[in-house]
């Protein structure tokens, strides 16, 4: 029998790792410059742009409208 106020545990699968050789072929969809890769943010960043691009289930997603201002 569990305790009521113990919290419930969800079971979680890890994200699949970004493969660090795609890094080499993508560019920022702005500017066309290099991105680096933050790993503990699961993002590709673009210094140019200011952005962030975040990483879903290893796969970087390249969309202006899912991108992180790095401003603020």
């Given at each position: 029998m569990t305790d009521a106020s113990e919290p419930t545990r969800k079971t979680q699968k890890p994200s699949p790792p970004f493969d660090r050789h795609m890094l080499e072929?993508?560019?920022?969809?702005?500017?066309?410059?290099?991105?680096?890769?933050?790993a503990e943010r699961q993002e590709l960043i673009s210094r140019a742009a200011g952005l962030a691009f975040p990483i879903r289930d290893g796969i970087p997603i390249m969309l202006l409208d899912e991108a992180r201002s790095l401003e603020g």
């Open positions: 072929a993508l560019i920022c969809p702005q500017t066309q410059a290099t991105l680096e890769y933050d």
